[in-house]
């Protein structure tokens, strides 16, 4: 037995494979591309360790995708296997319990699996890490803030404290206190430089109170922070463009999105978040954005009856719509409406806030104006149900207030136009200004 980086006890004895385990976390926490490589390093030499077995279990569910499910309940056995064999750490263990949990339906259980592994070891970052993210894909913000303010203490001398930092950066963001985020997002950086998750907890911040001149500053000036990334370096190329486009500037968006976040045609369901989403951001601001759906809508076909997340489903359903590809659509309406007679936590949220939110996607593609405000406003008082950050969710924001306006919904609009204010501290950025001319239009013309 020894330990590991997170100074936690593992079932490893080999110098190598600790130093590769070593590899795995901190190549999580970084988003690093290497992370699979050393994962694989570590069964190939140690094929007992549960926890390996575990956490490939684990980082396959985070991917979201139907095909790898088969791939996490392999990895759960092999995992049960091998605690029969040799045994394993309660820290170990509790990863195993983490990942039957979630193949059982229960996210919310893998999450109390990793609080449980941290009243063990408040030193294991990451398993802090895990239930940080999982939690993140559940829309649980204030869990992700106490989870983290529960451990800071014993990170305080850490060589993975800068990350932790990160994730409290990101938490603080997600529940508004948004000058606490900036400090912390940035003194994280200091401990761990290549920390993209901390750095995008900042970029975060500038992006809801609407400082996008700093935003980019802070993306171009800690380039080390992101560019060595998997596809994350997407998602911090899509923060850039939506700062860009804050300043107006909707053709380096769009070159951006050429450029860097469709550079690779990927059809991971977060690349696919990132370009929907900036592409219905594009065209509520007037602008065509051409056939640039149809390859969207080509992977997001593919995907109709997944039914892994919500969040992920809905961006699918802006590529087909935008695509207007009214049959695919047609079929994840009618998955919907299966999914949310179901039993389970995915199969709840589907129910609400899922069939109100494609529901007004629909007929928002239809020019339905005033049912697909009816629609989203409903979703939204309990859309952060379905994970994602505020800034992502924001598309399906905008989309709402844009249907009341052309639906002639003017003082609804103005009500969930000012409570949008009032969720990124009183700033207005580009969009709410813009919006918030049309209402005092609308206003003027009424009282003629």
């Not at 290497?34 to 994962?39: C, I």
């Not at 609080?115 to 990451?126: G, H, V």
Request: negative net charge; aromatic residues 6%; glycine residues 10%.
């Amino acid at each position: 037995m020894r330990n590991d980086i997170c100074d936690s006890p593992v079932s490893l004895t080999d110098p190598l494979l600790t130093d590769h385990w070593n590899g795995v976390i901190t190549g999580f926490l970084a988003h690093g591309i290497q992370t699979p490589v050393h994962l694989g390093k570590v069964l190939e030499g140690a094929p007992d360790f549960a926890m390996g077995h575990a956490a490939r279990g684990l980082f396959s569910l985070m991917m979201g995708r139907a095909e790898l499910i088969a791939v996490a309940r392999d990895a759960h056995a092999a995992a049960l296997a091998a605690l029969t064999r040799v045994g394993g750490a309660p820290r170990e263990r509790l990863w195993v319990q983490a990942l039957g949990e979630w193949l059982q339906g229960r996210p919310s259980g893998a999450v109390a699996a990793m609080e449980a592994a941290l009243r063990l070891q408040p030193r294991d970052t990451i398993s802090a890490k895990v239930g940080h993210a999982i939690r993140f894909m559940l829309g649980d913000a204030s869990g992700m803030r106490a989870s983290v303010e529960a451990v800071l203490d014993a990170h305080r001398i850490h060589p993975l404290r800068g990350y932790l930092l990160g994730c409290h950066a990101f938490a603080l963001e997600e529940t508004g206190d948004y000058a606490a985020a900036a400090r912390t997002g940035l003194r994280g950086l200091d401990h761990a430089p290549d920390d993209a998750w901390g750095l995008h907890a900042v970029a975060h911040v500038y992006d809801m109170t609407a400082r996008p001149d700093a935003g980019i500053a802070l993306i171009e000036g800690h380039t080390g922070a992101w560019d060595h990334c998997n596809n994350f370096r997407y998602h911090v190329w899509w923060h850039k463009a939506l700062l860009h486009m804050d300043r107006g500037e909707m053709d380096v968006a769009l070159a951006l999105y050429d450029g860097q976040i469709r550079a690779d045609k990927t059809d991971d369901y977060r690349d696919i978040a990132n370009a929907t989403s900036l592409l219905m951001r594009l065209e509520l601001e007037g602008v065509d954005v051409h056939d640039r759906w149809d390859e969207l809508a080509a992977f997001s076909d593919a995907r109709v009856e997944d039914g892994c997340l919500v969040f992920a489903d809905l961006h699918y359903m802006l590529a087909l719509s935008g695509a207007q590809k009214g049959e695919a659509a047609e079929a994840m309406c009618a998955r919907f409406a299966r999914d949310a007679i179901r039993h389970g936590e995915m199969p709840k949220r589907v129910a609400d806030p899922g069939l109100a939110a494609i529901a007004g996607l629909t007929a928002f593609a239809e020019g339905r104006w005033d049912q697909a405000f009816q629609n989203l406003a409903a979703a939204r008082v309990s859309l952060q149900s379905i994970g994602g950050s505020h800034a992502q969710r924001d598309v399906f924001e905008r989309m709402t207030i844009d249907a009341g306006l052309r639906a002639g919904r003017v003082e609804r609009t103005a009500q969930i136009l000012a409570q949008r204010t009032a969720q990124r501290g009183g700033y207005e950025d580009r969009f709410a200004q813009t919006r918030g001319a049309s209402i005092s239009r609308a206003r003027r013309i009424a009282a003629q």
